[in-house]
């Protein structure tokens, strides 16, 4: 089993004929994610490599099943390509866009809640579900199946890990980016849920970031509703503070929001915490190997 994305997913690709939404897109395609079709407006009736555009996602979903969105358009538009697949009926919205104003994603992210739909991002590399599905721009290669879980607000940190994973002969049930936008649409605890409730999972790997609090929330969480061990990194313990340092919510305020921080709060709850990416994965081999 996996979490968000499998088998079954349909996907269709808001921006596919734009320059990076064919090439991902089509790369998902590839993977063996069922891509049904492209959605540019005014487009409709032209093809991507054999992949049929529609002008809308409402035809996406009403014409050939589609059940999950992936929003690669600009970040002016992307609010409303969200919008429009939560509309539409969609079950799973994933926007890799970046930079969409946070004002318009309030709105949307109430949207997404109110209606039931699973939003991932924006701001984020995807999911992937290693041999079932890839939805976003997550290099499948570095991954194998298995029954790790990995949850993360960076995406190339994500890489690494799962890189290191590989080589230490480990698989992944399912990689999730959840993004690192001051609002995104799922946070560590709503996927710390999901992988808890996932039999095939029996360890979840989380990767967070300097700034904010959702990794306290989360170490808060897991020590009261998570029986699976989890394994966490927490980038940015080099980082000044008060500088934002790559991700919006990636900003520190005097001790609050600090890797070590962080790091304490998580370790008091349980949750073995390494101090780089490299550690991070071999703390999890260590307890995999107990498992």
């Given at each position: 089993m996996s979490i968000i994305i499998d088998e079954t997913t349909k996907?269709?690709?808001?921006?596919?004929?734009?320059?990076?939404?064919?090439?991902?897109?089509?790369?998902?395609?590839?993977?063996?994610?069922?891509?049904?079709?492209?959605?540019?407006?005014?487009?409709?009736?032209?093809?991507?490599?054999?992949?049929?555009?529609?002008?809308?996602?409402?035809?996406?979903?009403?014409e050939v099943a589609a059940n999950t969105s992936m929003v690669f358009v600009p970040a002016r538009f992307a609010a409303a390509a969200i919008n429009e697949a939560i509309d539409a009926g969609c079950e799973t919205v994933i926007a890799i866009t970046e930079g969409i104003p946070v004002h318009d994603m309030l709105s949307t992210y109430w949207k997404a809640r109110e209606q039931g739909v699973r939003l991932i991002g924006p701001n984020c590399p995807g999911v992937l579900s290693p041999a079932k599905a890839n939805v976003g721009i997550?290099?499948?290669?570095?991954?194998?199946?298995?029954?790790?879980?990995?949850?993360?607000?960076?995406?190339?940190?994500?890489?690494?890990?799962?890189?290191?994973?590989?080589?230490?002969?480990?698989?992944?049930?399912s990689i999730v980016g959840?993004?690192?936008?001051?609002?995104?649409?799922?946070?560590?605890?709503?996927?710390?849920?999901?992988?808890?409730?996932?039999?095939?999972?029996?360890?979840?790997?989380?990767?967070?970031?300097?700034?904010?609090?959702?990794?306290?929330?989360?170490?808060?969480?897991?020590?009261?509703?998570?029986?699976?061990?989890?394994?966490?990194?927490?980038?940015?313990?080099?980082?000044?503070?008060?500088?934002?340092?790559?991700?919006?919510?990636?900003?520190i305020s005097g001790s609050s929001g600090t890797a070590a921080a962080k790091q304490q709060a998580l370790e008091a709850k349980g949750v073995r915490v390494g101090t780089s990416p490299t550690e991070a994965a071999q703390i999890a081999a260590e307890i995999a190997a107990t498992l």
């Open positions: 996907l269709v690709v808001s921006g596919l004929t734009g320059r990076e939404g064919s090439f991902h897109g089509l790369r998902n395609g590839a993977y063996g994610t069922d891509l049904v079709p492209g959605v540019t407006p005014g487009k409709g009736g032209q093809e991507v490599e054999g992949v049929p555009i529609y002008d809308s996602i409402a035809e996406a979903v009403s997550i290099p499948a290669q570095f991954f194998e199946p298995g029954r790790i879980g990995v949850v993360s607000k960076s995406g190339t940190l994500t890489y690494q890990i799962g890189n290191e994973l590989k080589q230490a002969g480990l698989g992944n049930s959840i993004g690192g936008d001051p609002i995104v649409g799922s946070d560590f605890i709503d996927i710390l849920e999901l992988y808890e409730n996932d039999p095939e999972t029996d360890l979840i790997v989380m990767v967070g970031e300097i700034g904010g609090d959702a990794e306290e929330r989360a170490a808060d969480y897991i020590a009261a509703n998570v029986s699976k061990p989890v394994v966490g990194y927490i980038a940015g313990f080099t980082a000044p503070p008060g500088k934002q340092m790559g991700h919006a919510g990636a900003i």
